[in-house]
């Protein structure tokens, strides 16, 4: 009987409220921010590393926040790319027993100039008590990406790929994290593989979209409970 609760808040302020060791995995897509762009004048100034000192800052307390409520036997699986790799990377480091990038092959790249982009990095994470999980499986996992014309949010991803994450990684009946829930893809995947969902969404226009597309696909996916939709 899967469940749904989608939070409409600050994802730091919501989490606190969440109890210990709680939910099985952590999916998520967080913001991919940006450098400060304070090289744009006429006098030229070397790039630094110490330029992602915010997002590391912000990252190292969402990742301990959601570290908490995760089960020692739990896994992560975020987001990310080639240049927020390395802040992601060492905010997690302290709290699992082993980190994995895993590479998502879009198939196809958009067109436009040079080398052009068609992957993201998934960066695996296992919390000290996580058990082994016999495979066979590659770290390259090929699909397509959400048509862009087709998106409730910008950097939407593809429901089938969520659902071989979780089906991986989470037991049945067992309890999903997004704290970052966008159009709410990671509760879609839930619904339509018998998990539980917690979402987290700051916006309340995509918090609002969630909301339907999750109700929706409630709807279509019995037997299932009335999800429970907090506006917070």
């Avoid at 092959?105 to 992957?119: A, C, E, I, L, T």
């Avoid at 999980?133 to 590659?138: A, H, Q």
């Avoid at 309890?175 to 339509?192: F, I, Q, R, Y």
């Avoid at 998990?195 to 226009?205: P, Q, V």
């Amino acid at each position: 009987m899967a469940e749904v609760t989608l939070h409409c808040g600050d994802a730091l302020d919501v989490l606190r409220r969440l109890p210990d060791a709680s939910v099985d995995a952590v999916v998520t897509d967080p913001p991919y921010f940006l450098p400060a762009q304070h090289y744009a004048t006429r006098r030229q100034f070397a790039r630094s590393l110490s330029d992602v000192a915010i997002i590391e800052h912000w990252l190292r307390d969402l990742f301990a926040s959601c570290c908490r409520v995760l089960k020692r036997t739990g896994t992560l699986y975020v987001f990310c790319d080639g240049q927020s790799y390395p802040a992601m990377y060492v905010s997690l480091y302290p709290h699992v027993k082993r980190l994995v990038p895993l590479v998502w092959d879009k198939v196809v790249s958009f067109s436009g100039y040079s080398w052009r982009h068609q992957h993201e990095l998934i960066l695996f994470g296992e919390m000290p008590e996580s058990p082994p999980v016999p495979t066979g499986d590659g770290d390259i996992i090929r699909c397509r990406a959400v048509k862009v014309d087709e998106r409730t949010h910008g950097a939407q991803k593809p429901v089938e790929l969520l659902k071989r994450l979780i089906e991986k990684s989470v037991p049945q009946g067992g309890t999903v994290l997004d704290p970052c829930a966008g159009s709410g893809s990671t509760g879609v995947a839930c619904l339509e593989t018998g998990r539980r969902f917690i979402g987290i969404e700051l916006d309340s226009g995509y918090h609002a979209a969630a909301s339907r597309r999750l109700e929706s696909t409630q709807s279509a996916c019995p037997p299932a409970t009335m999800p429970l939709f907090d506006a917070v």
